[in-house]
Each structure stands twice: as structure tokens, then as C-alpha cells.
């Protein structure tokens, strides 16, 4: 039987999908359940990044330590874009395999690097001039939130990516690290969103934000505890990591009031409030990394 052209070339094109898919699939396979928890750890550190640097952009703007935060901000977005290229094409000093989904590609190509590169020109003519126009404060407050959003979609995929892969890694325990790892984020939004009220006054939407945000940070955290069926925590029985979360629990008692405080002032302000709330964020961000990376070492055994 005589086998016409156009069939010829979709059988060879049925052929190479075949083993296209093959070699993906054998790739994806090589991912170790370390390598998983690093990835999803990673990507999700980058949402933290993106609020990290519109923080120190508004404490910047705001004449709080200036010289400090000018060199934190070149540091973080710097480290920003070193993750998310290591993300995408693999990065041996970070421990990142490269991405070989095509959905994660697109994602990272088509909706993360157009923002992150309007955002970085943002940040480095910042850093060059060594000070914040009303002009950029404006662009930073209006643009971190789809940067925030879309690299939230890619930690998504990423955590679909590891449990349909094959490789033997706890859903559950993939949830919790992402959700920790959001716990990050959540530090330096609340962070964020107070520096934001405290150059802008009595701007309700923001406190309504602000409101949410602790709010969640608050719930998530008694959910890595002891569980919460809503944000699919189970909670977690291993002593170092609850006594972590607890060191943890202790530094947000002493920031919470502040956080409530910029939510419900009427008024300026005050610098002391502002002072507080750049020297205790970090404490609080520092000891919610540890508890990720203990996550981390647990998904990897």
C-alpha cells in the first residue's frame, strides 16, 4: 500500500512529538524531590523579592536611611533577576535545574520578563540618581502588583509541574512550602503597603490592603501550626519546625500593632512609626525564611 505525502509527513510529525515528549518527560524525570523543594522555594522567594524592592523604593522616597536602603535595593533586584534567568535556563549555583515545561516557559517569557524589565529600568535609574520622582514612586506603586501576580501564577504551575511529574514529593507538603514561602512575601506587602499610607495619608485603600494582607499573614502562620482545611494546611508535628514558627509567632505579636496601627490612623505617620516598622521587618522576614528552608530539607528526605 502506497502511503500518500501528506500522510508521510504526519506520521514523521506524530513521530517527533512522540519523542519530543519522550525526551521532556525523561528530563522532568531526572528532578529530585530536593530539587522540587528548591524550585518551588525559589520561584516563590521571588514573590518576596518584588515586595522587598517597592519597599525599599518607598523608604527611599520616604528619606529613611537612604544610602542603606539604595544599596538593598540594587542587592534585591539584582538577586531578582539572577533567580528568575536561573529559573528559566537553570542556575548550578543556586541548585535550579532548568525549566523544560512550555507552559512555565511562556509564562516566564511572555508575562514575567516584559513586567520585570519595565520595573528594572525603574529601579536602576532609581539607583543611579540616587533618589525617587513622584513620577517613578508612582509606576513602583502601580506596577509591583502584576510582577507580584504574575510570578505568583508561575509558582502555581511549578507546584502542578512537581506533583504530576512523577516524582515522589507529599502534595501536601508542596502546598506548605509554597504557602511558607508566601509567608516571605506577605512580610515585605504589609511592609510595603504601611510605607505607602505613611507617603500618601489617610488613602483607605491601601489601609484596606494593608488590613488583608496581616490578616492573611496572621491566619497562614496559626495554619503552618496546627492546620486550616481552607488554605489546605495540615499543620505540622515536627518540633524544630514548630519551635521556628514560634520564634516567629513572638516577632509578629510585636509587629502586628504596628500593622493595625497603619491600617486604622486617621493622620500622618510619625518617623518613629516608619523607624519601627524598616528595623522590624526584616527580623520577621529572616526567621519565616529559616522555617521555609526547613520545609525544604523535609521535602527533600
Given amino acids: 500500500m502506497r502511503i500518500s505525502q501528506s500522510m508521510s509527513t504526519k506520521i514523521i510529525i506524530a513521530v517527533f512529538c512522540l519523542i519530543c515528549l519522550s525526551m521532556q518527560t525523561a528530563v522532568s524525570d531526572t528532578i529530585t524531590p530536593a530539587e522540587w523543594g528548591t524550585i518551588i522555594n525559589l520561584s516563590g522567594r521571588q514573590r518576596m523579592l518584588s515586595q522587598k524592592m517597592s519597599k525599599e523604593i518607598l523608604l527611599i522616597s520616604l528619606n529613611y536611611n537612604k544610602a542603606e536602603n539604595l544599596s538593598a535595593l540594587e542587592k534585591t533586584a539584582d538577586l531578582f533577576d539572577k533567580t528568575l534567568k536561573g529559573l528559566r535556563d537553570g542556575a548550578p549555583e543556586l541548585s535550579l535545574p532548568p525549566t523544560t515545561s512550555r507552559r512555565i516557559l511562556r509564562q516566564i517569557d511572555r508575562k514575567i520578563a516584559p513586567v520585570w524589565r519595565a520595573f528594572f529600568r525603574q529601579v536602576q535609574e532609581i539607583i543611579n540618581a540616587k533618589t525617587v520622582s513622584p513620577d517613578q514612586l508612582n509606576a513602583v506603586i502601580k506596577n509591583n502588583i502584576p510582577l507580584l501576580s504574575e510570578m505568583n501564577k508561575c509558582v502555581k504551575l511549578y507546584e502542578k509541574e512537581a506533583s504530576k511529574s512523577g516524582v515522589e514529593m507529599d502534595l501536601k507538603l508542596a502546598v506548605t512550602i509554597n504557602l511558607a514561602g508566601k509567608q516571605r512575601m506577605l512580610t515585605q506587602k504589609m511592609s510595603k503597603e504601611f510605607f505607602i499610607i505613611a507617603n500618601t495619608p489617610n488613602s483607605q485603600a491601601n489601609q484596606l490592603s ?75 522576614l529572616a526567621e519565616m525564611n529559616k522555617a521555609v528552608k526547613m520545609y525544604e530539607i523535609q521535602g527533600s528526605k
Fill in 210 to 284: 494593608l488590613q488583608e494582607t496581616y490578616t492573611l499573614f496572621d491566619r497562614t502562620l496559626k495554619g503552618l501550626l496546627d492546620g486550616d482545611t481552607m488554605l489546605e494546611l495540615p499543620g505540622t508535628k515536627d518540633q524544630a519546625i514548630r519551635d521556628q514558627l514560634s520564634k516567629v509567632q513572638s516577632l509578629w505579636q510585636d509587629f502586628k500593632p504596628l500593622m493595625e496601627y497603619g491600617a486604622k490612623t486617621k493622620g500622618a505617620v510619625s518617623a518613629e512609626k516608619i523607624g519601627d516598622v524598616a528595623q522590624k521587618n526584616l527580623p520577621l
